[in-house]
């Protein structure tokens, strides 16, 4: 499912419905027109995720307890939201952060999971979400390399290895500075399991170059409107600016090719004549003169003369006829 010829990339609506499920619909639409391969979102039980005392974050209101009620879909809901999404044609799952979330999780017949870098921790959740046997996406903000470890391992303790990875820095949003893309490619290194990135930067630049790092897997917010209430309405992409950035990620997959280069694209072999040098008389050459370093250059174009890389083989060689100054010499033209 994940493992799909090219990138997987994940549209995070995440809780950017704002608690109303017809803009919780509009987003799964929106994201399909995009070209996301899955959408994605959080479920969650308030009481069983939050303290009521929970001061928040710095990119949410310090009522975070009262605001995460106010977005909480039920049961009917996300019943719903799932089969509106069956029915768009595009993979619909979420994170889940609770017993009651994790229910109505098998409920809707998830395809697959994503533990939240905040629950990488929680061994609990993490090993009942492997007892299922689906699909499990890690996201590792927050998280150090021995945790990130720990976590996979209790996955694969449940006999489930089909887990995907993404490098995350849990800011929002993280600096340059903070991101450390390469830890991609340790995360490649380590593991034999798809490896990805959750992206919380401005912009998408960042997703195209963890692409170019070997990223398998992609997750970007994604929000009708950048002006709609919410904290994470603001550093997520619109539909226009997604789908340029799915654009852009098709366009780097296919600049990979194989990693070898023993022949080179057509393209570039039709312009070959025109791009490489041959050797041309740098003077008039008279018949029976021989080819010298004075009287010899090479020029573009090569056409169907003779390439300046034999230019040592045709030195002290005579010429069959006059070459006037400016003309391109040909193997013909030589004894």
């Known amino acids: 499912m994940i493992n799909k010829k090219g990138v997987f990339i994940i549209a995070e609506a995440g809780i950017n419905h704002n608690g109303d499920l017809s803009l919780a619909k509009e987003l799964v639409d929106a994201a399909k027109e995009a070209g996301a391969d899955a959408v994605k979102f959080q479920i969650f039980h308030t009481e069983s995720f939050y303290s009521i005392k929970h001061k928040g974050f ?3 209101e310090s009522d975070i307890y009262n605001l995460m009620r106010s977005l909480e879909f039920g049961e009917k809901e996300w019943i719903e939201l799932k089969e509106f999404a069956d029915r ?6 979420a994170s889940v952060f609770d017993d009651i979330s994790f229910e109505i999780s098998r409920k809707i017949n998830m395809p697959l999971y994503k533990i939240a870098s905040l629950d990488i921790t929680n061994f609990p959740l993490i090993k009942k979400i492997a007892k299922t046997k689906k699909p499990v996406i890690i996201s590792t903000g927050f998280s150090t390399f021995d945790e990130i470890s720990r976590a996979v391992k209790w996955i694969e303790e449940e006999k489930n290895k089909n887990i995907s990875i993404l490098h995350c820095v849990s800011l929002y949003p993280p600096k340059p500075e903070e991101i450390n893309l390469n830890f991609i490619k340790t995360l490649k290194t380590a593991f034999p399991y798809e490896i ?3 992206d919380h930067t401005k912009g998408w630049h960042m997703t195209i170059a963890a692409v170019s790092l070997g990223a398998k897997i992609v997750e970007k917010h994604f929000t009708l409107d950048n002006n709609l209430p919410g904290p994470d309405q603001k550093m997520s992409l619109n539909k226009d600016d997604f789908k340029k950035m799915v654009t852009e990620i098709r366009e780097v997959e296919k600049s990979f090719g194989n990693g070898f280069k023993q022949t080179i694209v057509k393209r570039e072999k039709d312009a ?6 041959g050797i041309y008389a740098k003077k008039k050459i008279e ?13 573009r174009p ?3 003369g003779i390439g300046i890389e034999f230019y040592n083989t045709v030195l002290n060689r005579r010429v069959k006829r006059t070459i006037k100054e400016g003309k391109l010499i040909k193997f013909k033209d030589l004894e």
Do not use: C, P, Q
């Open 58 to 60: 710095e990119h949410t």
């Open 88 to 93: 768009k044609g595009i993979l619909f799952f």
């Open 272 to 277: 070959v004549n025109v791009a490489r040098r």
């Open 287 to 299: 018949k029976g003169e021989k080819l010298t370093a004075e009287n010899i250059i090479g020029k």
């Open 196 to 198: 990805g990135f959750s």
């Open 302 to 304: 090569l056409n169907d």
